[in-house]
């Protein structure tokens, strides 16, 4: 697998022009599936991305809804192809010992969409960008882009640090009609303008790591996402099955049950939530460690501008929601290919405005919102979806339907009327102790 900051040789050191239709700004499933659509559509498109792919990066679960925009990518196949474990379901457990039943996609839908991968973040993205620049996108890795060029308000470019082949820097201007922010979590342009609201309410961190030789279900039911709640709703842990034997497991709670001052390192923080989960401690017992520990904050927020004159945003640049439902990837994805397609539309009719670039941004938030109420209802500890659905069983459809990411759907957040007003406490706002 991938560790953290690979020691990896610079691959692909292209001729840059000094303009382009379309500078994207990151490389990651947003960025990458943007540049990919916006080359297909004619476009000269520059890709640029500070690091060197494969890069690590955690998120490895896919949800049945990404098959959609990998085909259109033309991925599909690579997939197929892969040694990614398949994913068939996700299952859920409750204060560390309650498993549900698994919930298989294809019970809902029969079509080969309900079998998604787990994968390795490092090669799946390498894939996604290598095929940008099949599509025609001019790709550069090890680029650092330092500021975003504004004339009147309106983006116009980009400053950038190229690596060149000798292993030195070149500075460079170059400009573009869109620039196109796919920075993640760094939300390049929306940090710069003071646009980030954070959730109060999903203020969380989280702890990682990875292990070898982890006890897996037979079958089926080998690649499945696990889902463990601790009791109280104080924390959850993933367990996401990877190929050559290896199983990412990370526990998310409130920044203050993870990381306040009193609760130690984040391998002893990690190691207390464990024994509150019996049911990972199980599948943990005969396997070891084969990482260090990571952790990150998983703060929820959304940029109050999603698009600007010659400017939009993509994937975390423009929101991120609570990973609990591996939403992370898809969202990335699908508004990749809902802004290539609004960017190809502003070029054609040469209206480079805020509202036509981001002409697709209401849709693609009301999905995020689908998704971050659904999130609130796993954390909010007076709520059971168990004894809602016992209640309601008309809006199990629903349920599903967000679960796989059809958030886009008419009507699927008639749910959330029937749940009424379901919010978790609020977390405090505490500084966190990061460990590395």
Request: aromatic share 12%.
């Amino acid at each position: 697998m991938i560790q953290p900051n690979p020691e990896s040789p610079v691959n692909y050191l292209p001729e840059i022009d000094n303009s382009y239709d379309v500078i994207v700004v990151g490389g990651g499933p947003a960025g990458s599936s943007t540049a990919a659509l916006v080359a297909e559509h004619g476009h000269s498109t520059l890709l640029l991305e500070r690091a060197e792919l494969p890069r690590f990066h955690v998120g490895e679960s896919l949800i049945p809804e990404t098959y959609w925009p990998l085909k259109r990518l033309g991925l599909i196949d690579r997939l197929k192809e892969s040694a990614f474990p398949r994913k068939y379901s996700v299952q859920f457990v409750s204060e560390g010992v309650k498993e549900s039943a698994p919930f298989y996609f294809d019970m809902y839908n029969p079509h080969e969409s309900s079998v998604t991968w787990q994968v390795e973040r490092g090669k799946f993205d390498q894939m996604v960008m290598d095929r940008a620049r099949e599509l025609g996108a001019v790709v550069h890795t090890s680029a650092q882009v330092t500021d975003v060029i504004f004339e009147d308000d309106v983006a116009v470019g980009v400053k950038v640090r190229l690596l060149n082949e000798d292993g030195g820097r070149t500075e460079r201007e170059i400009r573009s009609k869109v620039v196109v922010d796919a920075t993640g979590q760094s939300a390049f342009i929306s940090n710069r303008r003071g646009q980030r609201d954070a959730d109060p309410r999903l203020k969380k961190g989280t702890i990682w790591t990875y292990w070898k030789g982890a006890h897996r279900d037979p079958g089926k039911d080998e690649g499945a996402t696990l889902i463990m709640q601790t009791p109280g709703k104080k924390s959850w842990f993933w367990y996401i099955p990877l190929q050559d034997d290896v199983v990412s497991v990370g526990c998310t709670g409130s920044m203050s049950h993870m990381f306040g001052k009193e609760n130690g390192d984040a391998e002893t923080v990690y190691t207390r939530e464990l024994d509150l989960c019996p049911a990972m401690t199980k599948r943990l017992a005969n396997a070891e460690r084969c990482t260090d520990y990571f952790t990150t904050k998983d703060f929820s927020y959304y940029s109050r501008e999603g698009a600007g004159n010659g400017w939009v945003l993509v994937g975390d640049s423009f929101g991120f929601i609570d990973p609990v439902y591996s939403s992370g990837v898809f969202l990335a994805l699908k508004g990749g290919e809902f802004a290539a397609d609004a960017i190809h539309d502003a070029l054609q009719r040469c209206d480079l405005t805020g509202p036509r670039l981001g002409q697709w941004q209401p849709l693609y938030k009301q999905g995020i919102e689908n998704f971050r109420k659904l999130v609130y209802a796993f954390y909010a500890e007076d709520f059971s979806f168990g004894a809602f659905l016992k209640e309601n069983p008309q809006y199990k459809s629903n349920m599903v339907d967000i679960l796989v990411g059809d958030v886009f759907k008419p009507g699927v957040g008639d749910i959330f009327d029937a749940m009424g007003v379901v919010e978790p406490e609020l977390d405090e706002p505490l500084k966190p102790v990061m460990a590395s």
